[in-house]
């Protein structure tokens, strides 16, 4: 970093890391050359390893193995001691499993501009912090340490989030769907063929009067608009304008399992959301699937994990909404049952269905659908709920490019 000097931008926060941590690299790649962290590789192994190169293929292939050291470091050697096209730009996510995480990875790796995405009522990994407030405080560590010339670019619609502009000395840029944010989604809204085959989304940004109309293809949700809210501010940081980034993200293709549209068997579509679960993030699948046209609407729910004390009432939450809408419901994990508990007066009760894991699930939901369905898949990344996923795709050959954990090491677990 001493050598190539590379300018850092920072993701974090609770919900849509990843696809924000994509987006921005979609943006800024129209202006300079771009390396991004791969997958979960956002803590002090991940980060390192993303700065000296890309390695992400090769370490979810094999694990942290002494081999594949023995080549991150060599390459590392290599590339401080010779001259390289070192990227100009490295898009970094940082993770956050226990208190202080970011703080440490802060002070190694200090970015120049800090967006965060979301903290969220009921966060993950609350059972390590003890409170959302405890999160919200570890989030802000990735602005704390910014100095008057960096830049943080903060969601307007999380209370938790926009309040941390208290505690960075750092200039300000805000997105969301709120008036007051700098970049502002409007018109959201869903595209569909002239069959009524769902396409994906389509939004406004706009900032002081400016705006455009950007369409996303194959993802869905109102985090997708947040997630491109966040690249257009940074790309607004680094002096693009809103025409300029609108063409840019004409090429963004939304990440594997995070409310990604695929079709499915049997002339379904099928939402697939199974990369990981919040109560935050299980809300807004949710949400999408209530929002969206469909013959029926099934939801196929796992457990959502690291929820500690709040587990109970999260899962009963998502039962009290998913109760709402839902033509059958799906459960899948010892949690899932108070899903299930919770929407038992609201949907038929042979409507319901509950099993251990997703195994046990994956033959029934392939029976149950039928043409024009829209089948939400949602859970935590220990229920493995791309199980389920895969059995009822339309093109399962090319599972490893559509599907997440496709890796040797996740396949063998």
Same mark, same amino acid.
């Given at each position: 970093m001493r050598r190539y000097k590379p300018m850092i931008i920072g993701v974090t926060g609770n919900v849509g890391k990843t696809t924000t941590k994509e987006a921005i690299a979609t943006?800024?790649?129209?202006? %300079?050359?771009?390396?991004?962290?791969?997958?979960?590789?956002?803590?002090?192994?991940?980060?390192?390893?993303?700065?000296?190169? +890309?390695?992400? /293929?090769?370490?979810?292939?094999?694990?942290?193995?002494?081999?594949? =050291?023995?080549?991150?470091?060599?390459?590392?050697?290599?590339?401080?001691? !010779?001259? @390289?096209?070192?990227?100009?730009?490295?898009?970094?996510?940082?993770?956050?499993?226990?208190?202080? +995480?970011?703080?440490?990875? #802060?002070?190694?790796?200090?970015? %120049?501009?800090?967006?965060?995405?979301?903290?969220?009522?009921?966060?993950? %990994?609350? /059972?390590?912090?003890? @409170?959302?407030?405890?999160?919200?405080?570890?989030?802000?560590?990735?602005?704390s340490c910014l100095t008057v010339t960096d830049f943080a670019a903060l969601n307007h619609d999380d209370e938790a989030v926009i309040i941390m502009q208290n505690q960075t000395k750092a200039k300000i840029k805000s997105f969301g769907f709120s008036q007051e944010s700098g970049l502002r989604i409007a018109n959201y809204g869903y595209n569909y063929s002239d069959s009524g085959k769902l396409l994906g989304v389509k939004f406004d940004i706009s900032e002081n009067e400016k705006g455009v109309t950007v369409e996303i293809g194959e993802s869905l949700g109102q985090s997708v608009a947040l997630s491109t809210a966040a690249a257009s501010s940074v790309g607004r940081i680094l002096g693009m304008d809103i025409a300029h980034i609108k063409e840019a993200m004409a090429d963004f293709v939304g990440q594997p399992g995070r409310l990604r549209l695929l079709d499915g068997i049997k002339g379904t579509q099928i939402i697939d959301d199974s990369y990981n679960a919040s109560p935050a993030s299980m809300k807004l699948a949710l949400s999408?699937?209530?929002?969206? *046209? &469909?013959?029926?609407?099934? &939801?196929?729910?796992?457990?959502?994990?690291?929820?500690?004390?709040?587990?109970?009432?999260?899962?009963? #939450?998502?039962? /009290?909404?998913?109760?709402?809408?839902c033509d059958?419901?799906?459960?899948?994990?010892?949690?899932?049952? !108070?899903?299930?508990?919770?929407? +038992?007066?609201?949907?038929? *009760?042979?409507?319901?269905?509950? !099993?251990?894991? @997703?195994?046990?699930?994956?033959?029934?939901?392939?029976?149950?659908?039928?043409?024009?369905?829209?089948?939400?898949?949602?859970?935590?990344?220990?229920?493995?709920?791309?199980?389920?996923?895969?059995?009822?795709?339309?093109?399962?050959?090319? *599972?490893?490019?559509?599907?997440?954990?496709?890796?040797?090491? =996740?396949?063998?677990?």
């Amino acid at each position: 970093m001493r050598r190539y000097k590379p300018m850092i931008i920072g993701v974090t926060g609770n919900v849509g890391k990843t696809t924000t941590k994509e987006a921005i690299a979609t943006v800024v790649r129209k202006i %300079h050359t771009v390396r991004v962290n791969a997958g979960n590789l956002n803590n002090e192994l991940g980060l390192p390893m993303t700065i000296i190169g +890309d390695w992400a /293929e090769e370490y979810y292939r094999e694990g942290a193995s002494l081999g594949l =050291w023995f080549r991150v470091l060599l390459s590392g050697w290599r590339t401080f001691l !010779f001259k @390289s096209d070192y990227p100009e730009v490295l898009v970094l996510e940082y993770g956050a499993d226990h208190p202080g +995480d970011i703080n440490k990875l #802060t002070k190694k790796y200090k970015p %120049h501009i800090s967006v965060i995405t979301a903290v969220g009522d009921i966060p993950v %990994h609350v /059972e390590y912090f003890g @409170s959302k407030e405890a999160i919200a405080k570890e989030k802000a560590g990735l602005i704390s340490c910014l100095t008057v010339t960096d830049f943080a670019a903060l969601n307007h619609d999380d209370e938790a989030v926009i309040i941390m502009q208290n505690q960075t000395k750092a200039k300000i840029k805000s997105f969301g769907f709120s008036q007051e944010s700098g970049l502002r989604i409007a018109n959201y809204g869903y595209n569909y063929s002239d069959s009524g085959k769902l396409l994906g989304v389509k939004f406004d940004i706009s900032e002081n009067e400016k705006g455009v109309t950007v369409e996303i293809g194959e993802s869905l949700g109102q985090s997708v608009a947040l997630s491109t809210a966040a690249a257009s501010s940074v790309g607004r940081i680094l002096g693009m304008d809103i025409a300029h980034i609108k063409e840019a993200m004409a090429d963004f293709v939304g990440q594997p399992g995070r409310l990604r549209l695929l079709d499915g068997i049997k002339g379904t579509q099928i939402i697939d959301d199974s990369y990981n679960a919040s109560p935050a993030s299980m809300k807004l699948a949710l949400s999408v699937l209530k929002e969206i *046209k &469909a013959n029926r609407k099934i &939801a196929v729910l796992g457990d959502m994990l690291e929820l500690g004390e709040y587990a109970e009432l999260a899962h009963r #939450t998502m039962g /009290e909404i998913a109760g709402e809408f839902c033509d059958i419901l799906v459960c899948v994990g010892s949690r899932a049952k !108070f899903i299930a508990e919770s929407a +038992d007066n609201l949907i038929p *009760k042979d409507a319901i269905m509950i !099993f251990d894991n @997703s195994n046990d699930a994956k033959t029934k939901v392939q029976e149950i659908i039928r043409e024009g369905d829209a089948v939400l898949i949602k859970g935590s990344q220990g229920m493995r709920m791309e199980k389920i996923v895969e059995e009822i795709m339309a093109n399962p050959e090319n *599972k490893h490019k559509l599907l997440v954990r496709q890796s040797t090491r =996740w396949l063998e677990k």
